[in-house]
């Protein structure tokens, strides 16, 4: 069962879906998820919020502020810690709903947002189990990797004159997200990037748009989510790699992993970045996330009282 929500984030309206179990009843683990780089929720969450409600849980899935159908300006900006703070405030908002289990609340996230769990399961301790699927862990190496050396110069550049731009009363520069062409600056410049986004948001989300702030892109370059990962513990954390991922890139992920403390668990996926929403990996993805927040999120078990004769 699927309902319209939402719900006030320090005076932006968030707006989204609530799942809940068919079989009714309550109160249920719940899952909060929101989508990555400039993502709306259309792009493929609802398929993972099924498979959370058919195993008999909650999933509460918004929309990113400044995205979709969510309030928020400037539009298409993507601040990286208004959006792990937009977590919390989910969070907040789900523990006052009747339908959900407050002890028993897990976060689950994708590429930037599987980066924005890392930050709030080490940070919020309302979370129960956390699942990071692709994950970005550092904004400054992944440029270095996405980004010709001998361009890096010239975008700082670009930077600075938005900056100052902007400081002159200017509306912030804006800029494709993807792109085929090379020519043509862009937030995520690979291609399996260009071919999701653009046949996603042609199939399945209309409210997608191929553009974002070029500060979006500044933003991005000092988000460091890998630093908190050591801190998530004790609190289960599930990460999700593919294994062929070259936009958040594979060896990031692992090296993240190992520095991450137990409970933990490394599921990897056979194929590119985009697989694990739409290809044969969505099966793998979806079913190893449900079986980490069944296995964390059960009700405690209090043992019976002694009995005395």
């Not at 909650?58 to 400037?74: C, H, K, Q």
């Not at 001998?150 to 400081?167: H, K, T």
């Not at 071919?195 to 553009?211: I, K, L």
């Not at 044969?280 to 209090?302: I, M, T």
Request: charged content about 25%; aromatic content about 10%; overall charge negative.
């Amino acid at each position: 069962m699927r309902r319209d929500i939402e719900f006030d984030a320090e005076g932006i309206t968030l707006r989204g879906w609530l799942y809940t179990p068919d079989s009714g009843g309550g109160p249920h683990p719940t899952i909060v998820m929101a989508h990555g780089y400039s993502a709306v929720k259309e792009m493929y969450l609802d398929r993972f919020a099924e498979v959370f409600g058919g195993s008999g849980m909650a999933a509460l899935v918004f929309d990113n502020r400044g995205f979709g159908a969510s309030d928020g300006e400037p539009r298409y900006e993507i601040d990286p810690w208004a959006q792990v703070r937009d977590y919390r405030h989910a969070i907040t908002y789900a523990r006052t709903l009747p339908e959900v289990d407050v002890e028993r609340i897990g976060i689950w996230g994708s590429s930037y947002s599987g980066g924005h769990v890392l930050v709030v399961g080490a940070i919020d301790r309302r979370v129960s189990c956390v699942v990071s699927q692709v994950p970005l862990i550092s904004g400054w190496h992944l440029v270095r990797r996405l980004v010709r050396a001998d361009m890096i110069a010239a975008v700082r550049e670009q930077f600075d004159l938005d900056r100052e731009a902007r400081f002159a009363g200017k509306p912030p520069a804006m800029m494709a997200v993807v792109s085929n062409d090379p020519a043509i600056p862009c937030a995520l410049p690979t291609a399996d990037s260009y071919e999701w986004f653009t046949e996603t948001g042609r199939t399945r989300a209309p409210a997608w748009r191929n553009e974002t702030t070029l500060r979006t892109v500044e933003m991005f370059t000092e988000y460091e989510p890998g630093a908190y990962i050591d801190k998530i513990a004790p609190t289960p954390l599930l990460m999700v790699v593919a294994a062929r991922d070259h936009l958040t890139v594979v060896d990031h992920a692992l090296q993240a992993y190992n520095d991450a403390l137990e409970p933990k668990k490394l599921e990897i996926l056979p194929g590119g970045h985009f697989e694990a929403y739409v290809g044969p990996s969505f099966e793998h993805a979806s079913s190893s996330a449900r079986d980490w927040f069944l296995q964390h999120l059960a009700p405690s078990r209090v043992p019976a009282p002694a009995t005395t004769c």
